[in-house]
């Protein structure tokens, strides 16, 4: 596999995750809500579609939680299969609430407090020093931060030889802030023109634009994205759609929610171009 860049995500490619972003989600929800889901939900959630943005996740999180309370008769592998057939996302998941009475579709309602939701999320994520510099206000409660708690994921030879051989991109669901302190964390300088963020784009993956962008911007011909999530697949199958003058490949890793033979069936499915087990492998794959 031959190409002229590479565009990586962040979480679960270059940084582990698991116990910052979604440890925030669970806490976020049984804070607010009483009760939660667990990991494997997450990543129900996530193979669904259209949770590129774990603030949205944490929404659809509370949101079957309370529709169970009020009873809604759905494990989560049902309600994440509707969610995935009504297209996936946040207003996906409205719609398979709709299923219950309107007394109880009101009900739950008046309990879903997203806004919370979002101060709890990232008061827990962020720690309170961080979360008053980034968020400019006083947290809802005092916590460490999981941000803090973010294994690095690449060595520092990859990202040496990959910025040494490729034009190199990051495109990640992230506000660009986190974003910045995560790729200082990695040792991966990314000029702002070549990097798409949370607040750079409110299309979100899979949306080809902001891949499509960043292709431009290269002036490449053959572009590489990497990502852990089947929507990061998604992602480069729709600008490999879109954007007749280029070649577009999508490559898994398993070092997200997805993994071992399970998670490379998964991405075989959604049209993965190649699975690697990390993004270290990538040196020997792209040679």
């Not at 940084?15 to 889901?37: H, L, M, N």
């Not at 294994?151 to 990859?158: D, F, N, R, S, Y």
């Not at 999508?250 to 998670?263: N, S």
Request: charged share 30%.
């Amino acid at each position: 596999m031959q190409v002229d860049a590479v565009v990586l995500d962040i979480d679960g490619v270059l940084v582990d995750v698991a116990d910052s972003y979604r440890r925030a989600i669970i806490e976020s929800v049984d804070r607010v809500c009483g009760k939660t889901i667990d990991r494997d939900a997450i990543q129900a959630f996530k193979d669904a579609g259209g949770f590129n943005n774990d603030w949205e996740l944490t929404d659809a999180a509370a949101l079957y939680v309370l529709a169970r309370r009020e009873g809604l008769r759905m494990d989560i592998a049902e309600f994440t299969d509707r969610v995935a057939d009504g297209g996936g996302g946040l207003e996906a998941a409205k719609a398979v609430v709709s299923d219950l009475p309107r007394v109880a579709q009101a009900r739950v309602r008046d309990q879903w407090d997203t806004d919370r939701l979002r101060d709890t999320f990232q008061a827990l994520y962020l720690g309170t020093d961080l979360y008053r510099e980034l968020e400019g206000g006083e947290p809802p409660l005092d916590a460490p931060g999981y941000i803090h708690d973010e294994p690095t994921l690449v060595a520092p030879e990859t990202i040496a030889a990959l910025t040494e051989r490729f034009d190199v991109g990051v495109l990640t669901g992230r506000p660009a802030a986190e974003a910045t302190i995560a790729l200082q964390r990695v040792g991966l300088n990314v000029p702002d023109a070549h990097r798409f963020t949370m607040d750079d784009w409110e299309e979100g993956k899979p949306h080809p634009r902001a891949l499509v962008t960043l292709a431009e911007r290269f002036d490449a011909e053959t572009v590489a994205f990497v990502g852990d999530t089947l929507d990061d697949v998604r992602t480069a199958r729709n600008a490999d759609d879109t954007d007749e003058a280029r070649v577009y490949y999508g490559i898994g890793v398993l070092t997200g929610g997805l993994t071992g033979e399970d998670g490379r069936r998964s991405f075989a499915e959604v049209g993965a171009d190649a699975v690697v087990d990390d993004v270290n492998e990538l040196i020997e794959l792209l040679a």
